[in-house]
């Protein structure tokens, strides 16, 4: 909404909550465009400073956005006093950032508003170094890294994607009391469980960035392929470095082999996850620090029953039950990362067993309903209470 659409929208009594995000939204961040969409006792209302062409249709009645040229300005610099404006009519219950960048930013619109501020902590947030930061070029960042201790004091509550984006929190100097591990969830509709898995597709899913470990993996399959000359690799996603992984497909001779397929929406994504063998998350940390948090592509793959290689490698383990649901190897290795991705190549009977592991566990963990059932409690909570920290 540009300034007055929400007051067009329908009729909705449920209790609002602001949901931040600066670019509303880019198209690699699918958790964050699904939160405000799986929300059932909270109404959202989108707020932002710029339109990347990936809000929802059904919530397009409910976006801020800066409509003019000072707001545009203020924003860059963190003012959101603009925004808090436009969204005071809804009296909303919280707000709720994502990474700890825009939490920063969304800290005095929540102390303007005087409601709680929540922030979900993804990864590259607490995983970058402040030289870094201050070098990135971005102003977010730079912001981020110069001021995120006001983030620390004032942030009511932040929630990590997993266990060990939690624990690098802590080292940053995220309170322990106010700082939360929450997986966020996938939906096992949408991600069915098929139990056919015979083809020899390995399949490898993210933005095309240094972290992703794919030129690893095009290394791992080069050494699959002189074993299985019928194994196929697909790559899903875009990103600065696809040039350059499409140059080294073909220096290793597999540009046959492999097919580079870019941005693809949720539902072919979907479709290749119940047609592949296996998928392959070789993650690592890259040169600047920075890192995964819990990749939603590993429970989206459980819930389909594909079996996961995964590297040992911030929250990547705690979505995969190695030699149950998949394996987990050694980050930066690309011998036994070929190791296991041969020997599911070879198994239909393997992958089938870890498959139907995987999907348990998927429905243990990572169930999108129950997730966002316990992530309204703690709205319930911190609404109840009020801001804490001001």
Not at 46 to 51: C, F, Q, V
Not at 57 to 63: A, F, P
Request: proline share 6%; aromatic share 6%; charged share 25%.
């Amino acid at each position: 909404m540009q300034h007055g659409p929400i007051d067009d929208r329908p009729s909705d009594q449920r209790p609002a909550v602001v949901i931040y995000r600066a670019p509303l939204f880019n198209a690699s961040e699918t958790f964050v465009r699904a939160h405000p969409l799986d929300l059932w006792r909270y109404r959202p209302l989108l707020a932002g400073l710029e339109d990347k062409g990936n809000i929802p249709d059904e919530l397009r009645h409910s976006v801020c956005l800066p409509t003019t040229w000072s707001e545009r300005v203020r924003a860059r610099f963190g003012k959101l006093d603009w925004l808090a404006d436009c969204v005071s009519a809804e009296k909303p219950r919280l707000v709720h950032a994502h990474f700890g960048t825009d939490g920063l930013t969304a800290v005095d619109l929540a102390r303007r508003l005087a409601i709680p501020l929540v922030t979900t902590l993804h990864g590259y947030d607490v995983s970058r170094s402040t030289a870094a930061l201050l070098v990135s070029g971005r102003l977010s960042w730079m912001r981020y890294a110069l001021g995120r201790e006001k983030l620390f004091r004032r942030g009511d509550l932040f929630l990590a994607v997993s266990d060990a984006v939690r624990a690098n929190a802590l080292k940053s100097g995220y309170p322990a009391k106010r700082t939360l591990t929450h997986y966020i969830g996938v939906d096992l509709d949408a991600f069915r469980y098929s139990g056919h898995h015979d083809s020899t597709t390995i399949l490898h899913v993210g933005r095309l960035v240094e972290k992703k470990g794919t030129a690893l993996l095009l290394r791992a399959f080069g050494q699959v392929v002189a074993q299985h000359p019928a194994a196929r690799l697909v790559i899903i996603g875009d990103g600065p470095l696809r040039r350059s992984l499409e140059r080294l497909a073909a220096r290793l001779g597999l540009d046959r082999a492999v097919a580079f397929l870019g941005l693809q929406p949720q539902p072919a994504v979907a479709e290749w996850m119940r047609k592949a063998a296996v998928l392959a998350v070789p993650s690592l940390t890259a040169r600047d620090g920075d890192a995964e948090g819990l990749p939603t592509v590993i429970p989206e793959a459980a819930a389909s029953g594909l079996p996961v290689v995964g590297s040992a490698h911030s929250g990547i383990p705690e979505a995969i039950e190695d030699g149950r649901s998949g394996y987990v190897v050694r980050a930066g290795e690309v011998e036994s990362l070929s190791a296991r991705l041969a020997e599911l190549i070879a198994s239909p009977d393997l992958r089938r067993s870890l498959g139907l592991g995987a999907r348990h566990l998927a429905e243990a963990r990572f169930d999108r309903r129950v997730q966002v059932e316990r992530l309204e409690r703690i709205y319930d909570g911190l609404a109840a209470s009020g801001p804490i920290c001001r």
